[in-house]
């Protein structure tokens, strides 16, 4: 399988080292095993290799070597002072390109050692647009139930699915998470996924979520970064734009693996649209550095609409979503109204017809998806 940012790392490998980032097991190491056999004399070096370590700390490797591929690097005392040595000193010709752990996106952020040295990807699960020869509606029912990470949505198996889940997080609370806090905090934070799988959608209350888990509200954003910096979870925050009175501040909380999600089928559904926007995000800002975002609106009052995309701070599409065809969200022409010239749409699942009406367009969640950038 292909994916979607194959081609873009092979054109900025001719200009600057490259690095890919993302969750556990969303295939980084594969894609970086199919960029190999597009070089001349690769070297995939490791640093879990007893083998591989010693030919990293002696950059023993080929000289003619077209591409040097480092995998989990970061976990090397002075990895970016490292990387930035080998960088400045390669031969002319070779490429560089470093895949690892969310750990290495958090340890990126820090210091200006590789600064105008390279260009960052975030790899993401599956999304309609990746589905390869399924039809936009059989791919989003898929994704709903088993999410994207490759292996559970490649077996289309439900039971297959779940057993890959329980592995996944167990291994995810018992390694990674103790990297970022104590020992003593595991079980808040198990405590505290447990919660926000049945939160998926609502506007997150940091004070509510304190009560809940007797800590507090700072405890909680701290506990709910590290998810963040896992890819566990990803926040939409609420776009601040004056097109409402009284818009409320708080985040909504959605998963990477929607089969992770506690709810009904509409909120597995929301849950994979609002992944499927972030990708599309994410794949715009890596490869083009354009300043888009993904938002929502809602004010005190209760009016709300699921998404926002936003371009240079300005809205570009407001989106409703829902599982069975009926009629337009009242909220959705509300807004729809405030945030002209933006687009409105109310993607559907389960779609009657297709059909724009009062200047909002209403069509299928699936098609529509499969149009998205990544």
Not at 163 to 173: A, G, H, M, N, S
Not at 195 to 218: H, K, T
Not at 318 to 332: R, T
Request: include cysteine; aromatic fraction near 12%.
């Amino acid at each position: 399988m292909k994916r979607y940012i194959y081609d873009a790392i092979l054109n900025d490998l001719k200009k600057k080292m490259v690095i890919i980032t993302g969750p556990r097991q969303v295939g980084k190491t594969y894609l970086c095993k199919q960029i190999l056999s597009e070089f001349k004399n690769p070297q995939y070096l490791n640093y879990d290799s007893v083998d591989d370590l010693k030919i990293i700390a002696g950059r023993s490797w080929p000289i003619n070597s077209g591409l040097l591929a480092f995998d989990e690097i970061h976990k090397m005392k002075g990895w970016k002072l490292y990387l930035k040595g080998m960088y400045d000193t390669k031969p002319p010709g070779q490429s560089i390109l470093v895949t690892g752990s969310s750990r290495l996106d958090t340890f990126r952020q820090s210091g200006e050692s590789l600064a105008g040295r390279y260009f960052h990807y975030r790899l993401n699960p599956i999304t309609v647009k990746e589905a390869g020869d399924l039809r936009p509606y059989d791919a989003l029912e898929l994704l709903n139930k088993l999410g994207g990470f490759p292996e559970p949505f490649l077996s289309g198996s439900e039971e297959e699915a779940a057993r890959w889940r329980r592995q996944y997080y167990t291994d995810i609370v018992r390694e990674d998470i103790l990297e970022f806090s104590r020992i003593q905090e595991i079980r808040t934070i198990r405590l505290l996924l447990e919660m926000l799988r049945e939160r998926v959608g609502s506007p997150l209350s940091f004070a509510s979520v304190a009560g809940d888990l007797q800590v507090s509200p700072n405890t909680v954003r701290k506990y709910i970064h590290i998810l963040e910096s896992l890819y566990i979870v990803f926040l939409v925050r609420p776009f601040h734009a004056n097109i409402a009175r009284a818009v409320l501040k708080e985040p909504k909380v959605y998963f990477y693996d929607s089969g992770y999600v506690k709810g009904d089928d509409g909120i597995r559904l929301e849950n994979t649209c609002a992944f499927s926007l972030l990708k599309h995000v994410q794949f715009l800002q890596d490869t083009k550095g354009s300043d888009v975002d993904l938002f929502y609106i809602r004010t005190k009052d209760g009016r709300e609409v699921d998404f926002a995309l936003a371009s240079e701070k300005r809205l570009e599409y407001i989106i409703e979503v829902k599982q069975f065809d009926e009629n337009i969200s009242p909220a959705l022409k509300f807004f729809y109204k405030k945030a002209a010239p933006a687009r409105a749409l109310q993607l559907v699942h389960n779609i009657i017809r297709e059909r724009h009406e009062d200047g909002i367009d209403v069509v299928s969640a699936g098609t529509w998806l499969a149009g998205l950038s990544a």
